[in-house]
C-alpha cells in the first residue's frame, strides 16, 4: 500500500482556518484549467463563439447598412464595434447557464468539502470563458476585414480593443453567474439573462446613431455602460485614442465585479 | 479552542429540516479515533445528511458538532483539511478523464505540478484504474467511479473519512473490493464513518454501529450488542388461525423470556431466537394450547429485524408505514 501512507495524526498538522490571497488565485487558476480541459473535451461547446459573430456580422451590415450609412461599406466602422461588444456580452450569458449545469453535478459536493477559497469554482469558470470571448472578438475582427472594413489606426489599438471587451465582458458574466447560481434550472437562467441582454445592448449607440431616437431614450442610451464600451471601442479602432468612455466602461466593469462577485459567492455558500 | 482529539466526531442534537421534514432530529454521534463507525438505516432515515452537516456541506439547523475538537461551523477551513469525503452518487467531474480529476483535485489541495503528478499515479496504480486513467469517465462502470472517487478523497491523506453509502449498487465482486479497501485504510490509522443499508456491511467493517432512523439514533453499539437485541438468529411464525396471535405471543413471553413482534397482517409472529434448545419447549407449548402454526422459519438478523425490534415498525417507504399503521390499528380492535 504505497498511496495510502500513514497519516499524520491531526494534532501535529498545520491547520489554518482562512484562505489566503495567494491560494485563491491558484485555486483560481486551477479551476480555470478545469474549464479548459471541459472545453477541449467537448469542442461543439464553441459552436456559439464561432458561428454567432459571423451570422450576425453579416446579417447586420447587409440589413442595415445601405438604410444607416448608405452602403454597407461605410457602416461597417460603425458597426463591427457595436456588433462586437453586442456578440460578447452575449455569449457570456452561456457562463451563467453553463455554471447552473455544472452546479448539479456531483463533483461541486467535492469542490465545497475540500479546504479551497470557496470563490474558487466560480471564479475559475469564469475565467476559463474568457477564451470564449477572445474567439468570438477573433471571429468578429476576421468576417469585418473579410467585408472591408479597415480600422484606421492599426493592429496594435485594436488587439487593445479586443481585450477591453473581453475584460468588461467577464466583469458582466459575474451578474449571468449569480442568476446561474440563484436560478433553478439552466432554462430559465437563459430566459431571464436575455430578459437583461436585449434592452442594455440594443437600447445603445452599437447599431443605430442615437441622435435618431426619441429624447427620453437618448438620455438612457447616453448613460447605457454598453454605449461607452461601443465608443471605447470605435476611439481606439478609429483614432487609437482611448478616452473618458474607455474609463467609465471599464469603471462600470469593476463596479460590476465589486456587486455581483460577493453576491454571486454569498449566493453560493447559501446554496450549499 | 481545541477540544479532546480522542473523538474523532463529537455530534450532539444535530437537526436539519427541508421544509416541514425535520430529516435530522436530534442526531448524537461520537465516534473515536482510528475506529470504523457505521451508520445504519433506510433510505431517507437522514444519513446522507447527518454526514453533509458534519462534512460541512450544509449547516445545521440547531446543535453542534466537532471534528477532531474543531468546530464544524466556526472552524469549517480547518475541518475540511481534516476530511475527505465519499457520497453516495460520484463526486468526480464526468467530461474529464480519471487522470485529469485527480490531478486537478492534487492541484486544488496544494501539491506542486511534480507531486500531483506522482501521486495521481500512485493512487490509479493503487486503484487499479492505470489502464483506464485516460479515458473519459463516461464510459466507466460504476465500480470504477466509485474507486476513483475514494481515491479522490485520499489525495491529502485525511485522518478522517466519510463513505457515504460506498457500494450501494455495486455488484457482490466489487462490493468485497471496496470492503478491502476500506479495511487497508483503516490499517493506516485513519478513521472512516460509513453509512451503509446493509447491517451486513455494517458487521462486515464497523467496530461501532449507530441505528438512525426518521432523523434519529435509535441504537448504539457494536455489532453484537445490536444483534444480541433482536437475538442471534430470529424465529418466525405464521399461525393457522390470525386470532390465536395473543395467545401465541404470551406461550413465546413465557417459554423464551421475550417480546415478539407480530406482523401488520397480524398471522405471522418474528420473536428473537437466543438458544435454539428452548424453541422446542415452545412448539410443545402451542401445540398443548391448541394453537396451529401453517409455517416456521429461522432467519438470521437483518436490518428489517433489527429495525422492526428497535422502532416497532420496518424500514418500508412511507406508504407501507402508513399501511401498517392502519392495520395496526385494525389489530388491536
Not at chain 1, 453586442?86 to 465545497?112: A, C, H, P, Y
Not at chain 1, 468576417?143 to 475584460?167: E, S, T
Not at chain 2, 438512525?212 to 448504539?220: L, Q
Not at chain 2, 445490536?226 to 406461550?251: F, I, N, T, W, Y
Request: proline letters at 4%; a neutral charge.
Amino acid at each position: 500500500m504505497t498511496a495510502i501512507a500513514t497519516i499524520t495524526p491531526p494534532a501535529e498538522r498545520d491547520l489554518k482556518n482562512h484562505v489566503r490571497l495567494s491560494q485563491t488565485l491558484a485555486n483560481t487558476v486551477t479551476m480555470a484549467h478545469r474549464g479548459l480541459l471541459k472545453i477541449k473535451r467537448t469542442p461543439e461547446q464553441l459552436m456559439d463563439v464561432t458561428l454567432q459573430p459571423i451570422i450576425f456580422t453579416v446579417m447586420f451590415a447587409l440589413l442595415f447598412g445601405g438604410a444607416i450609412s448608405g452602403n454597407v461599406q461605410s457602416y461597417l466602422p460603425v458597426l463591427i464595434p457595436g456588433i462586437l461588444v453586442q456578440t460578447v456580452i452575449t455569449t457570456s450569458v452561456v457562463t451563467g447557464v453553463q455554471l447552473r449545469e455544472d452546479m448539479d453535478k456531483g463533483v461541486f459536493d467535492r469542490f465545497k468539502s475540500l479546504p479551497i477559497a470557496r470563490i474558487a469554482p466560480l471564479s475559475g469558470a469564469l475565467l476559463a470563458d474568457t477564451l470564449r470571448y477572445a474567439i468570438a472578438t477573433t471571429i468578429t475582427f476576421i468576417v469585418g476585414i473579410l467585408m472591408g472594413y479597415r480600422p484606421a489606426a492599426g493592429v496594435g489599438p485594436v488587439i487593445l480593443a479586443g481585450l477591453l471587451v473581453i475584460v468588461c465582458s467577464w466583469a458582466i458574466s459575474w451578474i449571468f453567474a449569480f442568476f446561474g447560481v440563484i436560478a433553478r434550472t439552466a432554462g430559465s437562467v437563459q430566459g431571464i439573462s436575455f430578459l437583461v441582454l436585449f434592452p442594455l445592448t440594443f437600447f445603445s449607440n452599437a447599431f443605430v446613431p442615437v441622435k435618431t431616437m426619441p429624447d427620453w431614450l437618448q438620455s438612457f442610451v447616453n448613460v447605457n455602460p454598453v454605449s461607452h464600451l461601443v465608443t471605447a471601442v470605435r476611439d481606439l479602432a478609429d483614432t487609437a485614442t482611448f478616452g473618458a468612455d474607455g474609463w467609465i466602461a471599464l469603471a462600470g466593469a469593476a463596479a460590476i465585479v465589486a456587486v455581483f462577485a460577493p453576491l454571486t459567492v454569498r449566493a453560493y455558500m447559501r446554496k450549499a | 479552542m481545541t477540544r479532546s482529539s480522542e473523538w474523532a466526531v463529537e455530534a450532539h442534537g444535530l437537526v436539519k429540516t427541508f421544509g416541514d421534514n425535520r430529516a435530522v432530529d436530534g442526531v448524537d454521534l461520537t465516534v473515536r479515533a482510528g475506529a470504523v463507525y457505521g451508520v445504519l438505516g433506510p433510505n431517507g432515515a437522514g444519513k446522507t445528511t447527518t454526514i453533509s452537516m458534519l462534512a460541512t456541506l450544509l449547516k445545521p439547523d440547531a446543535g453542534e458538532a466537532f471534528i477532531f475538537g474543531h468546530d464544524i461551523r466556526k472552524e469549517q477551513q480547518v475541518v475540511r483539511q481534516l476530511i475527505g469525503v465519499t457520497a453516495q452518487f460520484a463526486s468526480v467531474d464526468e467530461t474529464l478523464s480519471a487522470n485529469e480529476n485527480l490531478m486537478i483535485f492534487s492541484r486544488l489541495l496544494g501539491l506542486s505540478g511534480s507531486e500531483a503528478k506522482r501521486k495521481t499515479a500512485e493512487l490509479l496504480e493503487e486503484f487499479g484504474l492505470t489502464e483506464a486513467a485516460k479515458r473519459p469517465l463516461k464510459k466507466f462502470s460504476g465500480g470504477m467511479r466509485r474507486r476513483l472517487d475514494l481515491a479522490a478523497s485520499l489525495i491529502a491523506q485525511p485522518p478522517l473519512i466519510f463513505l457515504d453509502e460506498p457500494t450501494t449498487g455495486l455488484d457482490p465482486r466489487t462490493r468485497a473490493q471496496m470492503w478491502d479497501t476500506i479495511r487497508r485504510l483503516v490499517a493506516t490509522g485513519s478513521t472512516v464513518l460509513l453509512t451503509t443499508q446493509y447491517l451486513d456491511e455494517a458487521d462486515q467493517l464497523a467496530d461501532r454501529i449507530a441505528v438512525i432512523d426518521r432523523g434519529r439514533v435509535v441504537a448504539e453499539g457494536t455489532a453484537d450488542e445490536l444483534k444480541a437485541s433482536v437475538g442471534e438468529s430470529s424465529l418466525q411464525l405464521r399461525l393457522a388461525d390470525p386470532a390465536d396471535l395473543e395467545d401465541a405471543r404470551r406461550a413465546i413471553r413465557t417459554v423464551l423470556g421475550v417480546d415478539a413482534v407480530a406482523s401488520p397482517e397480524g398471522s405471522r409472529i418474528t420473536a428473537p431466537m437466543r438458544s435454539a434448545d428452548t424453541v422446542t419447549d415452545l412448539f410443545v407449548t402451542l401445540r398443548e394450547a391448541g394453537i396451529h402454526l401453517s409455517e416456521m422459519s429461522v432467519q438470521k438478523p437483518t436490518l428489517d429485524e433489527v429495525f422492526l425490534t428497535l422502532t416497532g415498525h420496518g424500514v418500508d417507504d412511507d406508504t407501507a408505514d402508513r399501511a401498517s399503521a392502519d392495520e395496526g390499528e385494525k389489530v388491536a380492535a
